[in-house]
């Protein structure tokens, strides 16, 4: 059992490039989340999705897409980086929402 | 006012010391809540629970406050490996706070 695994774990990109993360669950979980964390923000969800081919926007979605065509995958997408999104990303999953939430290890992007 | 605040501390205590965080909420209507651990430089893993009626868990105490809404965790005996960054979440928000910086010295 991987749990919940994430690629890459480590990205540099320049200004304006795109890039895809991608989030992958082995727990049949519905819901999955994608986070960025910032140094004294703490987590903040960009987008979550409650099941295949639905998904929603959390707190700070802007600049980002997301997708979730197999239960198990849910990408993020970055069309035109911007040095404001150089953080840490997580990606989570759960049951249900309410639920204890299973992390993966990060993807460390940085924008030049 | 922040949806789900905590102080940043840092605290640094000695082992063996008892050691309380607080995190306040502002959505009255929320129903679940969590603590979670995160490591440097690692992903955030749950510590444990917060039920109405409160939890323990080892050295470790969770308890809920809905008329003042914060919940808080207490570690007791604090040891050299609880050095690590407390997150409450509350969670039908998937509300993060900004997490609670604790360093156990010898």
């Known amino acids: 059992n991987a749990g919940v695994t994430q690629t890459p774990k480590f990205r540099v990109l320049k200004t304006g490039q795109s890039m895809t993360l991608l989030c992958a669950q082995d727990m049949n979980h519905e819901y999955m989340y994608w986070y960025r964390q910032d140094p004294g923000m703490g987590l903040r969800l960009i987008h979550y999705?409650?099941?295949?081919?639905?998904?929603a926007k959390g707190e700070v979605p802007d600049g980002y897409n997301v997708s979730r065509l197999k239960k198990q995958n849910f990408l993020l997408g970055l069309e035109s980086a911007a040095p404001s999104q150089t953080s840490v990303y997580f990606c989570a999953s759960s049951w249900v929402a309410g639920n204890e939430q299973f992390f993966g290890p990060g993807t460390r992007l940085t924008v030049l | 006012r922040k949806e789900v605040e905590q102080d940043p501390g840092p605290f640094n205590v000695p082992e063996g010391a008892t050691v309380a965080f607080n995190c306040t909420y502002s959505n009255s209507a929320s129903q679940s809540f969590f603590w979670y651990r995160q490591d440097c430089r690692k992903e955030p893993k749950l510590l444990m629970s917060?039920?109405?009626s409160g939890n323990e868990d080892g050295r470790f105490t969770a308890q809920l406050n809905r008329a003042s809404q914060y919940i808080s965790l207490l570690i007791r005996d604090s040891k050299l490996s609880d050095s690590a960054t407390y997150l409450c979440v509350v969670n039908n928000d998937m509300r993060f706070g900004a997490g609670t910086r604790l360093t156990v010295k010898p």
């Open positions: 999705s409650v099941g295949e081919g639905t998904t």
């Open positions: 917060v039920y109405s």
